[in-house]
């Protein structure tokens, strides 16, 4: 008797037939050192940095050059092979994470790391994707000038990753998201041909600003091979003063008189409740409080000063400081007196985040309104949630100069966390985003859509804006081969 293998099982044959011819013509393209299949090297990039999503990929590819990752593309398109760009897996939505199916390719630029031009004097310098922000920064810093973007995850997180998801950090305030920062831009496209703009002009009128598609569109619309980027003077001096205010309004005029006083000089404006200082005093058993009472709300400042006005810079922070003590702008101050003063204060800050992590589960917002509005949002919609779900702590902390905080609501003491995020977290989370919608807000402030916030986008977006999303996705990526399931 003959036996004949079932339909799904012939399709599941051609399958592999397919997926083993793709991989054979890749491997010859980029060697061994440019595509791996080993499951113990591409298991660390599957799962995203927050660990809610995990996927399967064919492969992991490396090219070493654009024009290698151009010739990928082109075999990609031909045999309809998805690829999902990934940078530094440093991302706060699952941008970058493939999906569970296992026929999409993982592309990694972190090969691509050279630098191929660098104007000291015009503070210009193009470098490629995989160069890493840390490295950027010493690069910067080794000319007496610095790339003026900074995050937490600066060890792994790459120019590439950074220029797809727009990142922002504690610097936006004086310098500006990412979007601010790229003068000129290189970037495949899905079919494999390669735009080109990285020489910088200050004006040029021929057409629309195209490097801006590829700013913040999470590899969907292309892949970012190279950039040229803006870099500032170094710092010769710099301020941090940890300031006490009542309310989070009473910071908001803080923040003008700081605007009016400093000007462009002020670098930073970050605020946290009491609540949240208490924690992460909780958390650092050595840190200690820079102000000896408690306040509703605790403002960080940082002003600084390049050479040419490093001199007088305490002398101007000192004033500032005293006119608004004048103004009962605030209840207490303190300055630093040192560097190390300084960075223990910024450690205050940048520890927020773990140690509401510390305290039990929370569902996190990355939200942004209207600067003028945010403290009225956040003094307004707190009390309407924690009454809505009893037992919750709704806390807001992070950069108000830019009008993005980090909200974030904590759940009761509960014994099955998991199970509260699956249910009442996303509720919460639903809730939230009507909330910043209606106050004419973003549901993204600076760490993308990815799939994490994707169908909360097609739900809340405006349907203009939307139908402009898709169309420029279908004109650039008609098979929807990049980075398909984010963005939109």
């Known amino acids: ?124 310098i193009t470098c490629e ?58 970037a495949v496209l899905a079919d494999g041909q390669v735009y080109s703009m990285l020489t910088p002009l200050k004006k040029d009128n021929r057409g629309f600003d195209l490097k801006q598609l590829f700013i913040g569109s999470e590899g969907t619309m292309g892949m970012v091979t190279a950039a040229t980027l803006k870099l500032s003077p170094a710092v010769a001096e710099r301020v941090v003063i940890w300031a006490g205010v009542p309310t989070l309004g009473a910071a908001r005029k803080l923040l003008l008189h700081c605007e009016d006083a400093a000007g462009d000089a002020l670098e930073g404006f970050e605020v946290m409740p009491q609540a949240c200082l208490d924690a992460v005093l909780e958390h650092l058993p050595d840190a200690r409080a820079p102000l000896e009472g408690r306040h509703g709300w605790h403002v960080l400042i940082e002003v600084v000063a390049d050479r040419t006005s490093a001199d007088t810079l305490r002398d ?86 830019d009008g993005n905080v980090h909200y974030h609501v904590i759940a009761p003491s509960v014994t099955d966390g998991a199970a509260w995020q699956i249910k009442e977290g996303k509720e919460i989370s639903r809730y939230v985003h009507d909330l910043v919608t209606e106050w004419g807000g973003s549901i993204s402030a600076e760490h993308g859509i990815g799939q994490l916030k994707r169908d909360e986008l097609a739900r809340l977006g405006d349907p203009v804006a939307l139908s402009i999303l898709h169309a420029v996705k279908q004109a650039l990526d008609p098979q929807g081969l990049l980075n398909p399931g984010k963005l939109i």
């Open 1 to 124: 008797m003959t036996t004949t293998d079932s339909p799904a099982a012939d399709a599941r044959s051609a399958d592999a037939r397919a997926a083993d011819a793709f991989l054979s013509e890749a491997g010859a393209l980029l060697g061994p050192r440019g595509l791996t299949t080993d499951a113990d090297l591409l298991a660390p990039w599957l799962t995203d940095w927050r660990g809610r999503f995990t996927g399967k990929a064919l492969a992991m590819a490396s090219p070493a050059t654009t024009e290698e990752l151009s010739a990928l593309a082109r075999l990609c398109t031909r045999h309809g092979i998805a690829i999902v760009p990934q940078g530094g897996n440093s991302g706060m939505s699952g941008g970058a994470t493939p999906d569970e199916s296992g026929h999409a390719l993982l592309l990694s630029l972190r090969r691509m790391s050279a630098v191929r031009h660098f104007d000291v004097e015009a503070r210009q």
């Open 129 to 186: 994707a995989g160069v890493v922000l840390q490295n950027l920064h010493e690069l910067a810093e080794a000319q007496g000038l610095r790339f003026p973007l900074s995050l937490g995850g600066k060890g792994s997180a790459t120019v590439g990753g950074l220029i797809s998801t727009n990142a922002g950090g504690t610097q936006v305030l004086r310098h500006g998201s990412m979007r601010a920062l790229v003068l000129g831009l290189e």
């Open 316 to 401: 101007r922070c000192e004033t500032m400081m005293a006119d608004a003590f004048e103004a009962e702008l605030l209840e207490d101050a303190t300055m630093s007196a040192s560097e190390a003063q300084a960075e223990a204060m910024w450690l205050l800050r940048e520890s927020v985040a773990p140690a509401e992590r510390a305290r039990g589960p929370a569902v996190q917002h990355d939200i942004s309104v209207p600067v003028e509005k945010m403290p009225d949002f956040v003094e307004t919609t707190a009390p309407m949630i924690e009454a809505k779900w009893p037992g919750t702590e709704a806390v807001a902390f992070g950069h108000l100069g």
